[in-house]
């Protein structure tokens, strides 16, 4: 069965913290990673990852993709009360339509 | 308004009530989603849309019913639905569905159903 596992699940940090998110899948025919951060509602598009090993950076945030081990970090450094999220691994795989497939996500809470 | 929008933000409705949730997309893209956030799940994939036509139901019961009368406009018709419906029903877009444009999604801010 095709799965996504992100851990941990939940994570508590003060602030100034750096963290590391991790998501690792099982899929049939992979075609891209996503990470998202979901604040009160809606899902934003954080980066799409589908090379092995070349990091996607974004201020703070910064990810990297490992196709052999089949799993992807996302690490957020000096982190601010603002990164208060549940951030979601996505894996987008699968035939000519594709799929995507969530993980269930990890609660990040960064305290003062 | 820009992205993508969706009304009502909140709904409550019984199990015998027809309901309708619209999502427009400001983005210029062709293909359109439908997912079902419930608590403690991860997001569930319900249906997709690509140039107006369908091409995914993820095994989603009949009460649910999608519309797609363009490629901006996505409306989920609702009718008899169980308490277990309850959830944050969001709607998301995307250029397109190959070669990883898929992957960009972009999502509005969501419907909360709640089901009595």
């Known amino acids: 069965e095709d799965k996504v596992v992100q851990s941990p699940l939940s994570l508590v940090v003060h602030e100034g913290d750096t963290v590391t998110l991790n998501c690792s899948y099982e899929?049939?025919?992979?075609?891209?990673l996503l990470w998202y951060k979901q604040e009160k509602k809606a899902p934003t598009f954080l980066f799409m990852l589908?090379?092995?090993?070349i990091e996607k950076k974004s201020g703070r945030l910064s990810s990297i993709l490992d196709k052999k081990e089949l799993s992807s970090i996302l690490n957020i450094t000096a982190t601010q009360t603002g990164d208060s999220a549940i951030y979601l691994c996505?894996?987008?795989?699968?035939?000519?339509?594709?799929?995507?497939?969530f993980g269930k996500g990890t609660k990040l809470s960064v305290k003062p | 308004e820009t992205g993508v929008t969706q009304t009502p933000r909140h709904l409550v409705m019984g199990m015998t009530n027809k309901k309708s949730l619209k999502c427009e997309q400001h983005?210029?893209?062709?293909?359109m989603y439908w997912y079902k956030q419930s608590a403690k799940k991860p997001l569930e994939l319900m249906f997709v849309?690509?140039?107006?036509?369908?091409?995914e139901n993820n095994s989603v019961p009949s009460r649910f019913s999608p519309e797609c009368p363009n490629s901006s406009h996505l409306f989920l018709h609702l009718h008899t639905l169980q308490p277990e419906d309850s959830a944050l029903y969001l709607c998301?877009?995307?250029?397109?569905?190959?070669?990883?444009?898929?992957?960009?999604?972009?999502f509005g801010p969501g419907t909360r159903l709640l089901v009595l």
């Open positions: 998301a877009s995307s250029q397109g569905l190959a070669g990883g444009n898929r992957g960009a999604q972009y």
């Open positions: 899929v049939t025919n992979f075609r891209s």
């Open positions: 589908t090379s092995s090993g």
């Open positions: 996505a894996v987008n795989y699968g035939g000519s339509q594709g799929n995507l497939i």
């Open positions: 983005l210029g893209h062709n293909a």
């Open positions: 849309y690509n140039f107006k036509e369908q091409t």
